[in-house]
């Protein structure tokens, strides 16, 4: 895992490592602001006031422009690093088509946000200040036991157990309110999403005694790893200190002294290894799991093109669904330029069967083919070009009207937008509207717009109109029923909700 770590911060590796060097720059210049006056003062040369000043303000803006430089390369390795790990989860799940993840897209916007954010803290953030900290203990273990033994061995007995401190809790610390402050962002999610069932059963107390039960979990939690924390730090100001008077009361070197008290503040950096490599190993093994995932929706190697002209739909024989088929043995023709509806009751695989035709999942037996070519010798990019795939639950994102509009179609005109707008029945709404606060009925109808203006050889409406009042319906219907050179297929429940198409199909 960590060798494939490696290799996922391989293009920000020149940052990483000139963060480092200027963090090791920054932790040794720091430290002589300490050390140089003690040589001076003790067993170094004789340094007029002034000089020594000279050299200490030279210290002291190298270890400033040294830091700054580090803050720099780290903050441009860390934006680089998450910009290319989530359009590498993206392309991945693209390429995956309707990925099927067990907890569902909460899942990956855990991995997309969550878990990507700790992998890179680990690498812009963790390893720098770690490899300075090993880097500098050794020096200046070295450097003590040059000066004395005896210093030597008390001094490094101290940085050992600077490094040991960290180290101590950690096996309880993180994952107890990790785990409860996820439980309390789900409870949270879910009382926001069925606010109005809760007040329509009057369990707005019950639900919140449930809050209350978490929230003193967490503070149990929080608590007992505050008092680990306090202990760890306690010791880690203590350790530098106790060391630095053993040394001087069995050596009475103030250098040897100074030196652990120097390098003590680059040990900070354990800790954050030590709580954030954990982490980080469980978040990579989520991350890389998504990106892992099997290719469930090739690209064809071989493409194919579509012909001119509208285009007719085939489902040949198709069998849906691994073990227990949705669909077996389906055979359904729509001609080119034909209107069909399509009904049966819920659960007979209708959406099922009409997302094949974009290939968001494929059949596992027969084939489907658009204008006379099979799906899966189309380029993904041409298929879902020519075909407009509107579903029932409205996905609309922040932003204006005319924003969601433009969503795969950047191109579009305000003249155009305002067309499509009123194709949809929906031409009174302003462009600049914004998108979420529209209603439910609306959202449908924007989402028709957007597909209508994309200009689809082929629409597929799937439950797309189900919020539409009578009047609304009847517009619709109207419309559609124009669009003569555009294969249309209306997915319905009942048959009382179609009209105005050529036939009705009913999925048993």
Known sequence: MINRLLRTAAPVRGTLIASTLLRLLSQLTAAGLIIVPAWVFTTGPDLSPWMLGVVMALLALTAAISRWGEQVCGHRAAFTLLARMRVELYDALVRQGTPRVRAGSGAVLAVATRDINSIEVFFAHTIAPTVTAVLLSLTAGAALFVLDPVAGIIGVAGIILGWLIPLFGHATAGPGEAGIRSLISQHLAEDAAGRLELQSHHAEANRLRQLAGLEDRLNRAVTAQGLRVGFRQGLALAWPWIAAALIIWATSDVVAAVIVLGVAPALDAVEGFARTLPTA?????????????????????????????????????????????????????????????????????????ASTLVRLQDVQAGRVTLGGVDVREIPLGELRDSVAFVEQTSTLFRGS?????????????????????????????????????LSGGQKQRVCLARALARRPRVLVLDEATSHQDALNQAELSRTLSGLRDTTVIIIAHRRAALSGVDRVVELA
């Open 281 to 353: 190993l469980e978040s990579a093994r989520r991350y890389y799991q998504l990106i892992d995932a099997p290719v469930t929706i090739p690209e064809t190697t071989e493409p194919a093109r579509l012909p001119d002209g509208p285009l007719d739909i085939r489902w040949e024989d198709v069998t849906i669904g691994q073990g227990r088929p949705i669909l077996s043995g389906v055979s359904i023709t729509v001609d080119a330029g034909e209107h069909i509806g399509l009904v049966g009751p819920s659960g007979k695989g209708k959406s099922t069967l």
């Open 401 to 437: 009207v005319l924003d969601n509009l433009r969503v795969g179609n950047p191109d579009l005109s305000e003249e155009e937008a305002m067309a499509a707008m009123r194709a949809a029945s929906i031409g009174d709404i302003d462009l600049g509207t914004s998108a979420l606060a």
